[in-house]
């Protein structure tokens, strides 16, 4: 049996999405597992809406206790013999968990993770764009390969993963690290975490206000992890390079806008607008092959408006981890938390 292990906030819509899709799966020995985070909506009569077609077990804050806390609420319920993570708004397909089981006993691997598909279940440009966008960040390989994330939207894990690691850090809401640090807890304490770029579940990404968030918020916080890592990336992912793209697009807007003064900045303007269209372009032919030359157009204008988001964030965070080590000599995060045992930030 394996054991579903979801947090739910405020999710009717999406959890009934993600609840019929688990209908449909082909592999049906499941517990699921909910934490209901003290919803305002519909969600918690959503999830009993299933309860004569799930075996589900079910959990209700009283407060809302944040993602992290919820999860290991959820994984508390669990009894199965292996664990799947599950977001609330995501869409699994028939063969999403029976994929994900064949990877981790061909591979022995000890998580494994799937990725987001390039299926956006909210309507619009800007989810669509994001859609393809995100699935296209876990495409750099066809294979099963290392990684170091703990994708908590979709990852099935052994048991004992969680036992050792003590699941999520019960970190304070607005730190958005959890995944992350997990993940990296996880290869630190000697188990094997792989990414299976063959597995991927749709998602609702929520539009433009979400997307912002994700630009802006997820961004300042990737940045500061990258200080408490000294300098970690994914691996297996293409952060590192859309990092480097997205920073050079208002570097070159900078350096376009002050040739009026100092014309020989056109140079080095021309050669940073060339570094972002260079990062994004495998991005661009992904697009330009799958949705034609019309939404590859418009994805370079979306690329290059959210760019100026992340980079914002990126700059933001970055001076305040300076101001930081210049003032107490530690950034925000303790590396510790990438490893074993840590100080908890604050939001």
Not at 61 to 73: A, I
Request: with cysteine; net charge neutral.
């Amino acid at each position: 049996m394996i054991s579903v292990v979801i947090a739910a906030r405020d999710c009717e819509r999406e959890i009934r999405v993600l609840l019929e899709s688990i209908l449909v799966s082909e592999f049906k020995d499941l517990q699921l597992c909910v934490c209901d985070d003290a919803s305002t909506d519909g969600t918690r009569g959503a999830i009993r809406s299933f309860e004569e077609r799930l075996d589900i077990s079910l959990v209700v804050n009283d407060r809302n206790l944040g993602v992290c806390r919820s999860r290991n609420k959820a994984l508390a319920l669990a009894r199965g013999d292996l664990l799947l993570f599950l977001d609330a708004d995501i869409r699994l397909y028939p063969d999403t968990i029976t994929k994900l089981l064949r990877t981790l006993e061909r591979t022995g691997a000890d998580v494994v993770d799937g990725c987001y598909s390039p299926v956006a279940l909210d309507d619009g440009l800007f989810s669509r764009y994001y859609a393809l966008f995100s699935h296209h960040s876990f495409l750099v390989g066809e294979r099963p390969c290392d990684y170091n994330v703990f994708n908590a939207w979709c990852a099935l894990c052994r048991p004992e993963v969680m036992k050792k690691t003590g699941g999520h850090l019960p970190l304070p809401k607005g730190v958005e690290i959890e995944n992350e640090a997990l993940g990296r807890r996880i290869v630190a304490q000697g188990f094997s975490l792989m990414l299976d770029p063959g597995v991927a579940v749709d998602h609702h990404w929520g539009g433009h206000a979400k997307l912002v968030f994700i630009f802006t918020r997820r961004v300042y916080w990737w940045v500061k992890i990258f200080f408490a890592t000294g300098g970690g990336f994914e691996k297996s992912m293409t952060t590192a390079s859309y990092g480097f793209g997205t920073l050079c697009l208002p570097a070159a807007a900078l350096a376009s806008l002050a040739s009026r003064w100092e014309p020989f900045l056109l140079w080095p303007a021309a050669a940073l607008a060339a570094g972002f269209a260079a990062a994004y372009a495998p991005f661009y032919l992904f697009v330009l092959k799958r949705e034609g030359v019309v939404f590859c157009g418009a994805s370079v204008l979306l690329s290059a408006y959210f760019a100026c988001y992340a980079a914002a964030g990126a700059v933001c965070s970055c001076l305040d981890e300076c101001r930081l080590l210049i003032a107490r000599r530690r950034g925000t995060l303790d590396p510790r938390l990438f490893g074993a045992g840590a100080r908890i930030p604050r939001a």
